[in-house]
């Protein structure tokens, strides 16, 4: 474990210096087949750098922004898409646009980024939350397991924009990017549309919408006419996104994909086909149009998610322990920080 930080260094030195081949070569290759060509290498090496890493905070920052979210923005970049394009005048924007899971609101940078006083107390409260659901593992042993288990996807939903949060800070700090926000309260959704569209994750929707969604709405224009075109490309999407859940899977267990989190996007995939059909037929129930008080909606739209979540997609978390490895490594940091602290 003491080598760990080692490695974790030379994974990042790599992948900056890859990003750096991207940005001074690559990037003078005109757009289209030969630049990707070019690119496939970086794109290669992305996809295995985390095979590097044992520690699990470690590996799921690198799957995630290199192998997921760098690749897809190079895949962009290849074709003048995307974030990276056209390129940044500097060397660093670059790489921290392409490795980071950011979104500038506009370019060039603010001498003064803004700072909102009320987004960082919320921020913080999110970590408070956090830190009492991780602590709470502690007492497992004195409450109910499926209790216990069942806050594990709020416990990821906030840990996972808290990390998201952190890693925003230092392209703000020292480049003045104005960023967009990369989580919309994604719990208040009031519709699986709203929360996969509009409130999660939206460093994820937007390189899925850009590199599938949007190229597939032609195709399907063709194939089944223009009012049902987004029926295939979001099931396609979810499926993609699927894939690259697997991806991360395996880089945390080196196991096998057995494909529930495949299962689980494909599903939620399906369902919001069906939202989408039952929108535009305008589905009567009851002799009313179908709708749902706001509250009762994002009650069942919650419902839905923790418990398919829980049941297919966190499986092989708590199957193959890296809740418990997850759990060890955040304790010791929150010991550390209270030692820091001097708080008992």
Not at 14 to 34: N, Q, R, V
Request: hydrophobic letters at 50%; charged letters at 15%.
């Amino acid at each position: 474990m003491e080598e760990e930080p080692k490695s974790f260094v030379k994974v990042w030195v790599l992948a900056i210096t890859s990003l750096c081949y991207s940005y001074y070569i690559a990037a003078k290759i005109p757009k289209g087949f030969l630049r990707l060509l070019s690119l496939l290498p970086v794109i290669s090496l992305f996809l295995f750098l985390p095979m590097n890493l044992s520690s699990y905070s470690y590996i799921f920052a690198t799957s995630i922004f290199l192998s997921w979210y760098a690749n897809f923005k190079l895949l962009l970049f290849s074709f003048d898409h995307g974030p990276l394009s056209p390129p940044p005048p500097q060397l660093l924007h670059f790489i921290s646009i392409a490795s980071l899971p950011i979104k500038i609101k506009g370019y060039p940078p603010q001498d003064k980024p803004q700072t909102s006083f009320l987004g960082t107390i919320i921020l913080a409260i999110k970590v408070a939350i956090t830190i009492m659901l991780f602590e709470a593992y502690n007492y497992g042993k004195h409450l109910n397991t499926n209790i216990v288990l069942a806050l594990f996807p709020i416990q990821f939903f906030f840990e996972t924009e808290c990390l998201y949060a952190v890693f925003q800070i230092p392209p703000k700090f020292f480049f003045g990017f104005e960023l967009e926000p990369q989580f919309n309260e994604p719990l208040l959704a009031n519709s699986l549309q709203d929360f996969w569209g509009r409130r999660w994750n939206l460093m994820s929707s937007d390189v899925l919408r850009q590199l599938i969604y949007n190229p597939l709405r032609p195709i399907s224009k063709r194939i089944i006419g223009d009012r049902w075109k987004s029926l295939p490309a979001i099931l396609v999407t979810f499926f993609v996104s699927g894939l690259m859940h697997e991806l991360i899977y395996y880089h945390l267990t080196h196991l096998p994909p057995t494909w529930e989190a495949t299962c689980f996007l494909v599903m939620h995939g399906i369902c919001v086909d069906v939202e989408i059909v039952m929108k535009k037929k305008k589905v009567i129930l009851i002799g009313r149009k179908w709708q749902f008080l706001n509250v009762i909606s994002r009650l069942l739209v919650l419902g839905f998610l923790l418990v398919t979540a829980r049941c297919i997609l966190f499986a092989p978390w708590l199957r193959n322990g890296i809740y418990e490895k997850a759990y060890i490594e955040y304790s010791m940091a929150i010991n550390f920080a209270k030692g820091v602290l001097h708080i008992h």
